[in-house]
């Protein structure tokens, strides 16, 4: 399978508790995002890496998250101190932009669905 | 106000009907344009691009009213498999980052 993967697929945990999430983008992909999404409404833009460099964080990042993508291939999102609210689908894409391009498909992978208890 | 607003429906058509989804974009200064499918708990697929000039793609077409910032998209002859959440999408700025609508829900009736 040549496509975006994230790991896990479903994660349960009790409030307070970390949690860390992992996405293996399309091979040679250089830019990686994640995006949130709850019932009922659409994914929001959390934040997004051109290689190795995080470029965007959205406000909705709160101090509590932090992403990585060390090597510019895989990323981890990681929520220390879960709360209820954080409940979500978390979903990556990964995308191959040319330097003079500003779009170009991003292919998103299964997600990880969070329950915070 | 929200980004994209889309109506969430749902929508509930039977099989062979013509239906049309809209959505409205609030920022004049954006350049690209989608719609994306979502099927029940899975991930977002591309569906087609909007342009000024109308794109179709077989029972699909997408319009893109730059003046009055609306965005449409029309489903001929419906199909059972056409039952799904359809996402109207905005990219913003030079990050390439998508801005999604709520996600109109169609459900197509034998």
């Known amino acids: 399978d040549t496509g975006v993967s994230q790991n896990p697929r479903h994660k349960i945990t009790k409030r307070g508790q970390n949690v860390t999430f992992r996405c293996d983008p399309i091979?040679?992909?250089?830019?990686l995002y994640w995006y949130r999404q709850t019932l009922g409404q659409g994914p929001e833009f959390l934040t997004y890496f051109q290689n190795e460099a995080q470029l965007e964080k959205s406000r909705l990042l709160s101090d509590r998250f932090s992403a990585e993508r060390p090597k510019g291939s895989f990323s981890t999102l990681e929520i220390q101190r879960t709360e209820q609210g954080d409940s979500a689908m978390y979903l990556c894409?990964?995308?191959?932009?040319?330097?003079?391009?500003?779009?170009?498909?991003?292919?998103f992978g299964p997600g990880t669905r969070l329950t915070v208890l | 106000r929200k980004e994209v607003e889309q109506d969430p429906g749902p929508f509930n058509v039977p099989e062979g009907a013509t239906v049309a989804f809209n959505c409205t974009y609030s920022?004049?200064?954006?350049?690209?344009f989608f719609w994306y499918r979502q099927d029940c708990r899975k991930e977002p697929k591309l569906l087609m691009s909007v342009y000024s000039s109308g794109n179709e793609d077989g029972r699909f077409t997408a319009q893109l009213n730059r003046a009055s910032q609306y965005i449409s998209l029309l489903i001929r002859d419906s199909k059972l498999s056409d039952s799904a959440t359809y996402l109207c999408v905005v990219v913003s700025g030079n990050t390439g980052k998508l801005i999604f609508g709520q996600g109109t829900t169609l459900q197509v009736k034998p």
């Open positions: 894409a990964s995308s191959f932009n040319p330097r003079d391009s500003t779009f170009n498909e991003q292919f």
């Open positions: 920022n004049s200064a954006s350049q690209s």
């Open positions: 091979s040679e992909h250089n830019r």
